[in-house]
């Protein structure tokens, strides 16, 4: 969809708040679902404000070179989606206190270490459109600011004293590591199956999302079946997130965003839109994955044709297809919740992550 | 001292747990502090193979690189000092529950994922003896399986279920990644003074021996003054551990123990001996310090030179003599304390500490 098909309705949303717009006109989803995200902000905005306090408070040291390196990615932006699913969550579940905001900058650090390990692993050299703090710093500050960060997360959890939230977040911190240590082991195996490849985003990605959502009902001090559902939430709603994320990985619509096209492809990253296009691929297809992929062995060529066996194969469709479908088991997992603003704005959440896809 | 100089005071303190021996005979130094470890050791070897129990327990992954890489630099051995700090601490204390085995098994995953961390930041092909595990393994399962343990340390605490202790563990993390990074921006730099180097060791040694020593305290629900004591005594043991460290990276002695001798310089790391030689050094040599630390250029007779000049100033032997005045404050923290096996133990692992130096 070009930019210029965009959404007539964005006039309905525009500050009504507490107003659900279900965008569903073919036209409508893309602006519909970014007005979405701004909602949600705007619904949480006072606590978001505090968030972005505490963030830059606890990213402070004496060592200089921890709040450069740390404010570059954290002041690179983001969208915050990790806090602002904290904080709606709680507020979803009625709770109005101070406690989210802690968890939630606690979240968005455990998100930023994890990022700065990532760019070192995968050699990125580009972060949301800027030079990622691995080329600007090196590796070896970028590593060790990132265990910085992950200490400062663990203190705002020991701060907020709950045992339930420290259990949750420090679980989800190991899955998280798991889930990149098995990404290590799948990278650059095309026969990886669709299974394996769920395991590893439920690790590198869903299990924060996860863990983000539940804390808000643990902190609201709601029962386990609301703590359950928000869980299930997040967890899905990162698997949607992370599928799209692979397939814009390979979409022109990336550039808009400005990330590098084909920097999965480059690292030999096998991500589901490979994984179908192997599978559904014939021998020719499957050696040109072998040779680019496992081989890493590319030229200039090799992007273009691989996009277009994945086109052929309608690959990125699918992978949008298949994000759509753990998107809806993340909607109806709020079922269970009265309708409130912030459960309208979760769900339309959900609606902007997958229609980043299309 | 040659081996066979070694300690005719050996028989005295086999089998003798209770006896404090103090070897003050410079020939009896080093074997009767070797058995002031196997001493300490024994005291708790109950409590220690549960240690080792949970250690082995709370590696395991489904994802095998994880109990494989980890299980390589767990079990290429190391004295278990830091567990063996906790379990010490928290008898000499009067607790004897189980408690403590959880948290020293945490310690020693925090201090083996930043051993991990450490081997890919300064690029060292050897750890005790064998292959690296970001040798064998790459850097990147080395950074990732060591986010794994530290995530892992963070669930043993919570385990634990005292928020005293997460305040003190997660602290004491977020101050060895602190002191990582002082350590990277010093790391060349022939400029830093002795204080900024005290902070980088505080940081990235003493912070973890301290918190070592000081939940032995808290699991056994002593005053305030007996965690200060401890966590004095672990700061100050620390500092000295790493000082005498930094002085064997330039001796002879160190090849014994199974490491390289030169790390430090061939990395152009600054360590006590190398600021102490600077001070103390005329024009040329600062030349010689700049050329080869701070630039990194060096040539096969290099270290030897270094080794030469540090003999020449002493700063071999005065890096030890601090060693020592560190140790001297961590012996008298114990003071507070009623006398026992676990704080002769104790005290006698001070000067193990400071009897590798010379």
Redesign the interface.
């Known amino acids: 969809m070009l930019a210029e098909e965009r959404n007539p309705l964005k006039v309905l949303s525009l500050g009504s708040r507490n107003v659900a717009v279900i965008v569903n006109l073919e036209t409508g989803r893309d602006k519909g679902s970014e007005d979405a995200l701004d909602r949600l902000t705007h619904l949480v905005s006072g606590d978001l404000a505090q968030v972005n306090q505490l963030i830059l408070q606890h990213m402070q040291?004496?060592?200089?070179?921890?709040p450069q390196l740390a404010g570059h990615i954290i002041a690179a932006g983001g969208k915050r989606l990790r806090p602002l699913l904290t904080l709606a969550s709680a507020r979803m579940c009625g709770y109005h206190g101070p406690r989210a905001a802690g968890l939630a900058a606690c979240v968005e650090f455990i998100h930023t270490a994890?990022l700065l390990?990532d760019d070192?692993?995968d050699e990125s050299a580009l972060r949301r459109g800027e030079a990622s703090a691995n080329v600007l710093w090196g590796?070896?500050?970028s590593?060790?600011?990132g265990?910085?960060l992950?200490?400062?997360a663990?203190?705002l959890?020991?701060q907020d004293?709950s045992?339930r939230v420290?259990?949750i977040l420090?679980?989800a911190?190991?899955v998280?590591?798991?889930g990149?240590?098995?990404q290590?082991?799948t990278s650059n195996d095309t026969t990886t199956t669709e299974q394996a490849y769920l395991e590893v985003i439920k690790g590198k990605t869903a299990a924060l999302f996860a863990a983000a959502c539940e804390v808000g009902a643990v902190v609201a001090d709601r029962p386990k079946v609301e703590q359950q559902a928000l869980d299930t939430f997040g967890l899905n709603l990162g698997i949607a997130f992370q599928l799209i994320d692979d397939a814009l990985d390979y979409s022109a619509r990336q550039e808009a965003l400005g990330k590098t096209v084909g920097d999965d492809f480059r690292e030999g990253k096998i991500t589901l839109p490979v994984i179908l296009a192997y599978l559904r691929g014939d021998a020719e297809e499957r050696g040109f994955w072998q040779r680019t992929l496992e081989k890493v062995e590319q030229d200039e060529a090799d992007l273009r044709h691989a996009i277009q066996l994945m086109e052929r194969h309608g690959t990125l469709k699918d992978t949008v297809n298949r994000a759509a479908h753990y998107g809806a088991i993340a909607r109806d997992a709020l079922g269970i919740f009265p309708d409130n603003a912030e459960k309208r704005a979760l769900i339309d959440v959900v609606d902007f992550c997958i229609q980043r896809g299309f």
Chains 1, 2 share one sequence.
């Open positions: 040291s004496d060592v200089q070179l921890i994890t390990h070192v692993v590796n070896k500050a590593v060790l600011v265990d910085f992950f200490s400062r663990f203190q959890m020991v004293g045992l420290l259990e420090s679980g911190s190991a998280i590591a798991e990149e240590v098995l290590l082991m």
